[in-house]
């Protein structure tokens, strides 16, 4: 079955304890992104990838790392992660090129204390 | 100034009602647009693309209007299962980059 799935799917952890929340597509994507889904907000693409090894910011990267070493994986890294990043993750991917239909995964609440 | 604003509704129907949301976007550089459901904090997930000529599927039919920098998405015949966050999205084209409008929700009613 094609999915982008996502861990862990809920997250409580306290400020400054690095976590890392992990994405894998089984699509044989080119393209993946971060976003962050607050109230009121909407969704807001934190990283985005469109390629191995190529990754960039969104619109709200502070405080947040990623990476892409493998084609179906993107985790996103939290190294000192703070209340204000408490919010809902999702990961997404697309076949990219022309191509930008996206596909997301289930989603991660985090809640940071 | 956002990138992509939409109403937020709500919207509230009885089954059978047409209901249509807008969408605008600030970027005439932006060139793919897309229309996204979404259901109660979970995952959106993609209900159609949207064509400069226009399209359809079944009861959606989205529109775009490059001029005035607005998409449509119209929903014909509601069901309750219609019911649900419906979200604009816009890609300028340039890559993995997009920007999604706060969402427009719809309530149909038996």
């Known amino acids: 079955e094609a999915q982008v799935t996502q861990n862990p799917r809920y997250l409580i952890t306290v400020t400054g304890k690095k976590l890392t929340v992990t994405c894998s597509q089984n699509m044989n994507h080119e393209y993946m992104s971060w976003y962050r889904q607050d109230p009121g907000l909407g969704l807001r693409q934190i990283y985005y990838?469109?390629?191995?090894?190529?990754?960039d910011k969104g619109d709200v990267p502070e405080g947040y790392k990623v990476s892409r070493k493998e084609k179906r994986n993107f985790p996103l890294i939290l190294e000192s992660p703070s209340p204000n990043q408490t919010s809902l993750y999702f990961c997404?991917?697309?076949?990219?090129?022309?191509?930008?239909?996206?596909?997301f995964g289930p989603g991660t609440r985090l809640t940071v204390t | 100034r956002k990138e992509v604003e939409q109403d937020p509704g709500p919207f509230n129907v009885p089954e059978g009602a047409t209901v249509a949301f807008n969408c605008t976007y600030s970027?005439?550089?932006?060139?793919?647009f897309f229309w996204y459901r979404q259901d109660c904090r979970k995952e959106p997930k993609l209900l159609m693309s949207?064509?400069?000529s226009g399209n359809e599927d079944g009861r959606f039919t989205a529109q775009l209007n490059r001029a005035s920098q607005y998409i449509s998405l119209l929903i014909r015949d509601s069901k309750l299962s219609d019911s649900a966050t419906y979200l604009c999205?816009?890609?300028?084209?340039?890559?993995?980059?997009?920007?999604f409008g706060t969402g427009t929700s719809l309530t149909v009613i038996p």
């Open positions: 970027n005439s550089a932006s060139q793919s």
């Open positions: 949207v064509y400069s």
């Open positions: 999205v816009v890609n300028r084209g340039t890559g993995n980059q997009f920007y």
């Open positions: 997404a991917s697309s076949r990219g090129r022309t191509h930008y239909e996206q596909y």
């Open positions: 990838s469109m390629n191995v090894e190529v990754t």
